[in-house]
């Protein structure tokens, strides 16, 4: 088996540029981990060509969640291979109506990189394991945080984490911040993995896991005690108001202009 990382760059806004790694499994068989923003298919068709393989190898598609830069092309993959689609129960009804998912969660550009809805084949819980062909055994692992109901996939020695620990000097995008330190720490304590693959950085090989878990777990820690503390002084201040007065006590004015670190703050209000 091996792994191929794919890098998708894209924007949120004209001002917000990002990208996300999707990952494609190679086997006798193709699978997906993840599948980018809408329109992203050439891209992911050009690493299958480069590695002699063509979209009808492609049989199945694993959904780390259910957000628009994870699912872009999923359903343009399964209107044209026929594969199978994988996720949590929990992100199934945003993956499969994107409507309900933009009324819950609106971004800029939504159904520019969400693309379609897409119909879950097979639902997994934390703790399942697929067979995906001889040799390859598939299992799914429950990290929720960034997102509700966030799956992360072990496939031997490797382990595909998805956006579940926040990149230093990236934006911290979670929803819940306490199932997010609990999720880091899962994968962290995970035993006989040899490299973990991210959405948002290059493989952790090894014990850099350690250090990945431990700046992850701090940047939550710190948009906690900017956010008490703003609070503390400033008990009445407005959602908006405090994103800012954060991202500034945080010493990182750019993240206000990102929609979703909103949320980030959000989750440090539910206690």
């Known amino acids: 088996m091996k792994v191929h990382q794919i890098r998708i760059d894209f924007n949120v806004t004209e001002e917000v540029k990002r990208y996300v790694y999707v990952y494609l499994i190679e086997g006798e068989n193709c699978y997906l981990i993840d599948s980018g ?3 992203c298919q050439d891209i992911i068709i050009e690493e299958l060509h480069r590695i002699g393989k063509n979209i009808s190898d492609i ?4 959904l780390t969640h259910a957000h628009p830069d994870h699912i872009g092309t999923a359903a343009w993959f399964k209107e044209r291979t026929g594969c199978r689609v994988y996720a949590s129960a929990g992100e199934k009804p945003w993956i499969e109506d994107i409507d309900l998912q933009f009324a819950q969660r609106p971004i800029p550009n939504f159904y520019k990189l969400a693309g379609k809805s897409v119909q879950v084949g097979c639902i997994l819980h934390d703790g ?3 067979t995906l062909e001889k040799g390859i055994i598939l ?3 429950s990290t929720p945080g960034h997102s509700a109901h ?3 996939f072990q496939i031997g020695s490797y382990v595909f984490i998805g956006d579940c ?4 000097g990236d934006i911290p995008i979670y929803i819940d911040n306490h199932a997010a330190i609990d999720s880091i720490n899962k ?3 995970m035993t006989g993995v040899d490299a973990f693959y991210p959405s948002w950085d290059t493989a952790y090989l090894g014990n850099e896991i350690d250090k990945k878990a431990a700046e992850g777990i701090e940047i939550i820690e710190m948009v906690e005690q900017a956010v008490q503390s703003i609070k503390t002084n400033t ?4 959602l908006s108001g405090l994103v800012c007065e954060v991202c500034s006590e945080l010493g990182m004015s750019w993240l206000a202009a990102n929609p979703l670190f909103a949320r980030t703050v959000q989750s440090h209000l539910r206690q």
């Open 187 to 189: 994968i962290k304590n």
């Open 128 to 130: 399942d394991e697929i």
């Open 59 to 62: 049989k199945g598609i694993f």
């Open 235 to 238: 008990p009445d201040k407005e």
């Open 150 to 152: 966030e799956m992360s």
């Open 165 to 168: 620990i926040p990149v230093k």
């Open 139 to 141: 299992k799914a692992v």
């Open 37 to 39: 923003v809408a329109g």
